[in-house]
Structure formats: structure tokens, C-alpha cells
């Protein structure tokens, strides 16, 4: 089966580039990016049907990290190449190029022109693997065109213009012999550059976030145009590896699945619950205090339909109240939290009389690890914990290889894709997102009991509302947002109520659009949709003095405040 090899080193969306071709139906493993290319290596599993590298981003720089590099052998291979950002960055430093930083770092959206010297008949595009890498930035080319083996029309004279999505710091001020400038940004940075003999291509955008105007076009020229690999890879041929894996490594042994009744535990549930003897997997619902609204009653409808046979429910307000009190500190509530959960977990288990030889599983994602600094190579970057990747406990048990995450290389469109696989309810697939940490993480500050109530109740009107108003297309506002949401802001509001002085919390509210949860846009509501569901929040919710409304994007943003 034809493969893409990528090199990691560090990139939020390093494995946003892998899905990506995936969803091509191109293979894909990501290896660390300083792995040495041995014959040994090269004649192994790994490496077979390896057909193109490409050298993902970093939070690095190539002087920073300039003994971290790929092993140099890559560039004798005669594999096509395709450097991303820092990966552009390294290909044009390990060949004598210079590269310097920026006097102001670009983020977001970034117009990205190809030249006319390119697309002319005299141009560069004029063998097979520049003309097939080049038609992924012809606006006359489809994505089923280019996968069909559409070339770049060497006619065409006119420049290109696209949108562009960066996230660097860095940039070329000198190409390496052999580079030329295909492509510059509108600040007047390269931002496309290929070799004139070799067939490598560099980018220094990102074509794997979603918002970046053909990005997949431009993946897909090349690994069909340039490396001239095959369709042959399919989702269910994942979940039938990640079930054979399953079974392999459990065997007889029990699991208990921590779930939240949230879209990625539900999958995770519903695929060991298919996959493994029912008898054998425990499904452990914590009501921590820190749920939505009817929340408790909502998961254990849902996982009663999974047909699970142990389904234990632990109430432990109380205790998670207590460990958050006097707070405010987001990883010190994250790891509270974190560590109470395997806390209770542990106490639980015994009660349950399961063995020793138990495996923990549950639904992290690739987003909750690469986030919390786990991806596969070293150089990840910590930008929250997540409480199911980061607390000590469960590093512990990670260590001690007693943990199972079959959805961690997934993000959270391909878990929705893979929970229709698996027959699960539209309404369960299509729930907003939603923190392990729960509310703890939407209220900023110390938690208390009453933040939560009145969270929780502001939160609800949010959500109902946005599920019985309409886009000017008619859809749900709740099926168009990605992720919607209220957090409770530690300040007061001075305002007016029926002439008497309120002084209330003020309450953000967050609606995003995103297909991974890796970038994110701001949902642009109507004027008049956003000022009537501040109305009633504030009406509604007699603690909420203030209504205000997130316009952040991601990045420079994360999706969830904390």
C-alpha cells in the first residue's frame, strides 16, 4: 500500500497533515523528525511503501534546534519532499539557505500570490512532478481532477491569489542554490518555494487547517501529482486495525472506560462495547457538580441504548467542589481535577471487586495529547493539561502501560465519522463539544457551587436558543456552530434593573466553527439573533448583569478560555 512518511517535530497540526491525506485515502504514519534513516529502518516495516516525506511545522527555530533536524540522508532518496512551515524552513537552512525572524510574526489568514512567471509557457512547471505539485494552486482544477491526475496548465499567465493560513515567526531571506520563489505571501515573504531539478516543495503556510483556501487541493497535488501514490486506505480499514489491536492487547482482562457521555467517550464506549466480550467492559459516569444542565440524566439515557451491561454512576459533587476550593489557577484546577478523578476512579474500582489486571481506557484525542505536549516526537509544545492526559496519576498509569485510548490519533470530525459507523444517534454524534474538566474550566477563578448553578442555567438558555433559531438558510444555528458555549468572567457589571442598581457577573459567550477543533472562526451571528439571546440571558438568569460576545479566533486563541 502506497504511504506518506511525515516527520514530526512539534507542530500543533502535525497530525492534522496526516488526516488530512487520509481523507484522500492515502496512508499515513508520523514518525519522530530526528529518526535515523538506517539501512535497517529503510529496508522495515515503517518504511515500506513509502512514497513521499514530508517535514512538518515547529514552535522551533532551525538555529534553535539545528542539531534536531532530519537525518540528511532524506535528501538522497529520491523521495519527493514537501516542507510545512518550519519543514520548509529546514529544507532551505540544511541546503545552505538563510533564515531569519521576523520583525512581526504573522498568524491567521495570510494572502499567498503565485507568480505569473511560474504559470507562464515559459515557466517552471514543465515536468510531471512540478506540474502535478503546481495544480493544486490552479483555481481551475478540482480536487477530483487533481486526484484523477489533472497537471498545472503551463498556458496560463495570470498570477494566482489564494488565502493562505500562517503561524511562524521566521521566514527565508535567502534561498538556498537550486530553490526559486514560486509563490510570496502579500507582507513580501516567500511562502512557496520548489528546487529546479529535485521534486521538493516547500510551504510556508499551513494547506492541513481547514481554513486555508485549497489547502487540500494542494496536498492532494502532491501526493497524487508529485509522489504519485494511490487511493488505497479507508476508514473502516482503521477500525478494523484498531479492533484487531484491541483484542490483541486486552484479551480477557476487563476495562473500565471513564465516560462523560460526551461525544468522544460515547464512540470510545460504543467501539469497546462492539469490539471486546460486553461482559468484560464497565462504563463509569462521575457527576461531578461541573455538568451542564440535566446533564447526568442525558448520559445515562444515551448509554443505556449502547446496550452496556455495567453501567455505574458515582455522584461525588461534594468532593470535587472541595478539591477546587481557593483555586484559581487553570492548571492547578486541571490537575486537581485530574487527580481526584483517578482518586475516585480507584476508590470505585474497589468497590467493584475488579481484578488488578484491568485496563483504564478512555476517549482522549490526538487534540487533548498534542495539546498537552504528547505528540510523537519531542519537541510538542504544553499548551493546557488535559485531565485525562496530564495529571500525574495517569501518567503513572500510562508508564505502567495500563492505559487504552483507541480514538488518540483521531480528531473530533473523524470520531463523528467513525460514530456513524458504528450506528450511534445523530443527536449523541452531534453534541457540541464539551471539557472533561466541565465547568471548572468555564468559570474563571476559584469555583464554588453557586458559579456553577448560575453558569450552568446561563449555558442552557444559550444552547436551547441556538437550537431553535434559524441561518438565513434555514438550518439550526446549533448544527451550523461547531462549538458553543458561556463562561463566567470573574467581574462584576454595574447595570439597571426596573430602576435599581444591579450588580451582576459578566457572562462571555463563545460560538466557533472549526472541523477539527485545531483552528477555529468566530460563528458570525445575525445582530439580531445575538442581541435577543443576551435579552434573555440577562432577564433569565438574574445573577448575569452583562452579556459579552467572543470574537477570538484559533489561533491565536484557543477554543475554551482555559
Known amino acids: 500500500m502506497d504511504k506518506i512518511l511525515i516527520l514530526d517535530y512539534g507542530s500543533q497540526t502535525t497530525q492534522l497533515i496526516g488526516r488530512r491525506i487520509r481523507d484522500l485515502g492515502v496512508y499515513t504514519e508520523i514518525i519522530s523528525g530526528d529518526t535515523p534513516f538506517t539501512p535497517e529502518f529503510l529496508s522495515g516495516p515503517v518504511f515500506e511503501g513509502t512514497r513521499a516525506l514530508i517535514l512538518s511545522g515547529s514552535p522551533e527555530s532551525v538555529y534553535a534546534s539545528s542539531g534536531d533536524g532530519p537525518d540528511k540522508k532524506i535528501y538522497s532518496l529520491g523521495l519527493p519532499l514537501l516542507g510545512i512551515c518550519y519543514g520548509l524552513q529546514r529544507m532551505n537552512y540544511d541546503h545552505g539557505g538563510k533564515v531569519e525572524p521576523l520583525p512581526k510574526m504573522e ?84 511562502a512557496v518555494i520548489i528546487h529546479e531539478k529535485e521534486a521538493w516543495f516547500g510551504l510556508q503556510f499551513h494547506p492541513e487547517v481547514t481554513h486555508c483556501e485549497r489547502g487540500r487541493e494542494i496536498l492532494a497535488a502532491f501526493v497524487f501529482g508529485a509522489a504519485g501514490c494511490k487511493a488505497q486506505w479507508t476508514r473502516e480499514q482503521y477500525i478494523e486495525e484498531v479492533r484487531t489491536s484491541l483484542k490483541d492487547r486486552v484479551g480477557a482482562a476487563p476495562v473500565l472506560l471513564l465516560i462523560s457521555g460526551g461525544v468522544d467517550s460515547t464512540v470510545a464506549g460504543a467501539l469497546l462495547l462492539e469490539t471486546l466480550d460486553p461482559d468484560k467492559v464497565h462504563l463509569m459516569y462521575m457527576d461531578t457538580g461541573l455538568m451542564r444542565k440535566d446533564e447526568t440524566g442525558t448520559v445515562r439515557t444515551a448509554l443505556e441504548k449502547l446496550g452496556a451491561k455495567h453501567l455505574h454512576i458515582v455522584y461525588c459533587e461534594k468532593e470535587f467542589l472541595l478539591a477546587l476550593a481557593g483555586l484559581d489557577d487553570p492548571e492547578a484546577k486541571r490537575k486537581a481535577i485530574g487527580d481526584l478523578f483517578i482518586t475516585i476512579q480507584e476508590r470505585e474500582l474497589a468497590r467493584l471487586g475488579l481484578p488488578d489486571s484491568y485496563f483504564l481506557a478512555q476517549g482522549t484525542l490526538y487534540t487533548d495529547l498534542i495539546e498537552s505536549g504528547k505528540g510523537v516526537g519531542k519537541k510538542a509544545h504544553l499548551i493546557k493539561s488535559h485531565h485525562n492526559v496530564g495529571s500525574p496519576l495517569v501518567d503513572a498509569k500510562r508508564r505502567a502501560g495500563r492505559i487504552i485510548e483507541p480514538l488518540d490519533r483521531l480528531y473530533k470530525d473523524e470520531v463523528r465519522r467513525l460514530g456513524r459507523i458504528l450506528s450511534l444517534e445523530e443527536e449523541v454524534i452531534c453534541r457540541h463539544p464539551f471539557p472533561g474538566p466541565g465547568l471548572a474550566v468555564r468559570i474563571l477563578g476559584e469555583v464554588t457551587r453557586e458559579k456553577c448553578d448560575i453558569l450552568r442555567e446561563a449555558d442552557a438558555v444559550f444552547i436551547e436558543e441556538l437550537k431553535k433559531r434559524r441561518s438565513p438558510e434555514g438550518k439550526r444555528l446549533y448544527d451550523e456552530i461547531w462549538q458553543a458555549f458561556a463562561v463566567l468572567l470573574p467581574i462584576r457589571s454595574v447595570g439597571v434593573a426596573g430602576d435599581v442598581r444591579k450588580y451582576g457577573w459578566v457572562l462571555a459567550l463563545r460560538a466557533i466553527t472549526s472541523a477539527d477543533g485545531m483552528t477555529a472562526d468566530v460563528y458570525p451571528f445575525q445582530t439580531r439573533d445575538i442581541l435577543e439571546i443576551s435579552t434573555r440571558i440577562t432577564n433569565s438568569v438574574k445573577d448575569i448583569g452583562r452579556v459579552t460576545y467572543d470574537v477570538s479566533s484559533k489561533p491565536p486563541a484557543t477554543i475554551e478560555w482555559e
Open 107 to 190: 498568524y491567521g489568514r495570510i494572502g499567498v500570490t503565485i507568480g505569473a512567471e511560474t504559470a507562464g509557457p515559459e515557466g517552471i512547471a514543465r515536468n510531471d512532478a512540478l506540474a502535478g505539485f503546481l495544480a493544486g494552486f490552479d483555481p481551475a482544477l478540482s480536487l477530483e481532477a487533481i486526484k484523477g491526475g489533472a497537471r498545472f496548465s503551463s498556458g496560463v499567465s495570470a498570477p494566482f491569489h489564494f488565502t493562505a493560513w500562517m503561524s511562524h515567526g521566521d521566514t527565508l531571506t535567502r534561498l538556498a542554490p537550486g530553490f526559486i520563489e514560486a509563490g510570496s505571501s502579500e507582507t513580501g515573504y516567500p
